[in-house]
């Protein structure tokens, strides 16, 4: 209930605020405000300079309404009276203002400004036909009624033009000295990893793996002495590893050889006396057993 009664009082006080206000509303059409420079409330049909009718009844304002409350009826082509001249005229156009909604697309597409807006509204009316504009009631409009000031030349003047596409750069050759070398050669070659002489121990290991990496046809002594000579600058450590690779694989060899065929004579020794600076081609010598220190008798 207190809520009731406060909204009461809230509606009269405002009631009472607005009693002693001057009104603002005016009695149309007894008075007219006055209106805004674009304003616009109805249509007109125009004439040419010499008289005639300006509309050719194209039916471009017809297809272009989004209401729909347009309807020409084309008469074709036909000489005019006036000039002579063969051209279109519009045996009957229809607009109804109780469904249009002012957009003014109508007058922006008329190709020869023939229908335009005009300034006064249409008087109030107790029936729906009578806010229908035929033909006669729109060129009588046009006599009796202010035009607003846009036409068809006006407002497609004011369209901003589209701005045209960006010009597309022309592609920069590339410089001739960033082209990659040619294959016939330009520029200097990579030296190869292999070619690069390999300091210290890569010496000794690569003397190593090119006695392990001769022919199996040979005995393993042999492939350490048949190892191909390293550079100069090499030379001493290589001939040391060398050695010790013959060496090696001279016992190794050997004792396989031994395995193999115990009565064949052991030429492999040839191989394990490279260390001790014994040709390798010299001939084999039987392996002398060593003998026991004899007794004294006496």
């Not at 701005?163 to 082209?179: D, E, G, I, L």
């Not at 040709?279 to 007794?295: H, I, L, R, W, Y």
Request: net charge neutral; hydrophobic share 35%.
């Amino acid at each position: 209930m207190k809520s009731y009664f406060a909204s009461a009082a809230r509606a009269l006080a405002t009631t009472f605020g607005n009693v002693l206000r001057k009104p603002v509303t005016v009695e149309f059409p007894k008075v007219i405000r006055p209106r805004a420079e674009r304003y616009r409330s109805s249509f007109a049909l125009l004439h040419e300079e010499d008289g005639d009718e300006a509309c050719i009844g194209c039916l471009q304002c017809e297809r272009i309404c989004p209401s729909q409350v347009i309807s020409i009826k084309a008469g074709g082509k036909r000489e005019s009276p006036i000039s002579g001249k063969k051209r279109g005229y519009a045996d009957d156009f229809v607009l109804d203002l109780n469904a249009c909604i002012y957009c003014e697309l109508c007058v922006q597409v008329c190709p020869t400004d023939a229908i335009v807006m005009t300034r006064e509204p249409e008087l109030p009316a107790y029936g729906r036909e009578d806010l229908v504009l035929t033909m006669a009631k729109l060129y009588a409009n046009e006599k009796s009624k202010h035009r607003a000031w846009g036409d068809a030349t006006r407002l497609n003047g004011m369209q901003v033009p589209p701005k045209p596409p960006p010009a597309a750069k022309p592609a920069t050759a590339a410089p001739a000295s960033a082209a990659a070398p040619s294959a016939s050669g330009g520029g200097a070659a990579a030296p190869s990893p292999a070619s690069a002489a390999a300091p210290g121990g890569a010496s000794r290991a690569g003397a190593a793996v090119s006695s392990g990496a001769s022919s199996p046809a040979t005995s393993s002594g042999t492939a350490g002495a048949a190892a191909p000579a390293p550079s100069s600058a090499d030379q001493p450590s290589a001939s040391g590893a060398s050695a010790g690779a013959s060496q090696t694989g001279g016992a190794v060899g050997a004792g396989a050889s031994q395995a193999a065929s115990p009565s064949s004579t052991p030429h492999t020794t040839a191989g394990g006396d490279a260390g001790s600076g014994t040709p390798p081609d010299a001939p084999a010598t039987s392996p002398v057993a060593p003998s026991k220190p004899s007794e004294d008798p006496s």
